[in-house]
């Protein structure tokens, strides 16, 4: 995993998400238009034309590669690039999840046209998606060091629909450098997705004695 650091202020990163989460809205919206645009066959080429403008332009100056994770001197991950999460991909669900202090992890989040599998239901392979980053991140922001997923159980009780759905995951356990934690999707009437996880530190991650010592030393060089 790189831990390349970033020397970007917090209101340096604050600036850049203001004006690039709109942008990826504006993105994702575009995706829901496509999908669901009646308009004629003249109107579809013209707003080709106009995107392949707009790709064009942000051609111009560009990353090569994927985006990567940098960390801030604070040890603030941006993966702003993740297909579940990042904040400039538009094809990730509108998902922002909540830590909480007895280390369960929440979110809400409302999945439109473009998650669809059988019809006006969620797609499974995005709810497994969902679940496995919820997974990911309680795990690893309530033990402070990244996990991977090892293995991942997941149970469709029953069909989940698009619209406003609320998610929750919890450490349920650990043995060593593994850790077994639990999630769910729920619609308004209760659980629809079940899953539950085995996330791994990694051997060759940095330990919580190392990384409280690397955030202190880090937090003492950006002061
Ligand atoms: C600068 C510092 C920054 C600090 C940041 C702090 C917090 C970060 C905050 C937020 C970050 C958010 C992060 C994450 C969010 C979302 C994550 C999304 C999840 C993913 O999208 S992630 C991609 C998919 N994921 C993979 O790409 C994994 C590929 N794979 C591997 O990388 C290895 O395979 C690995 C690591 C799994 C194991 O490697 P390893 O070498 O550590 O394993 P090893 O053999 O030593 O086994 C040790 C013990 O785990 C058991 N074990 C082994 N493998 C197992 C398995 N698969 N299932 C169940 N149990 C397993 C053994 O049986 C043994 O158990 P026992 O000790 O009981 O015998």
Known sequence: MDFRLTDMTDDEIAQ??????????????????????????????????????????????????????????????????????????????????????????????????????????????????????????VVSVSQGVPCFTGTLTVKYLRPTPLGPLSLRAETTGSEGRKFFVHAEISDAEGPTVTAEGIMISPANMPRHEELKRLRAELAASAE
């Open 16 to 137: 850049e998400l203001s004006v690039v989460e709109p942008l990826t809205d504006s993105v994702r919206d575009l995706i829901d238009a496509v999908i669901r645009t009646e308009v004629d066959d003249d109107v579809l080429i013209a707003a080709r034309e106009q995107i392949d403008a707009v790709v064009t332009s942000l051609r111009g100056n560009q990353k090569p590669g994927s985006y990567g994770v940098p960390f801030t001197r604070k040890l603030h991950g941006m993966p702003y690039g993740n297909a579940a999460v990042g904040k400039r991909n538009a094809i990730a669900p509108p998902l922002r999840v909540e830590h909480h202090d007895d280390g369960s992890a929440t979110s809400e989040v409302v999945l439109g046209a473009a998650y669809e599998g059988p019809a006006g239901l969620v797609h499974g392979g995005i709810s497994a998606m969902l679940l496995d980053q919820l997974l990911g991140e």
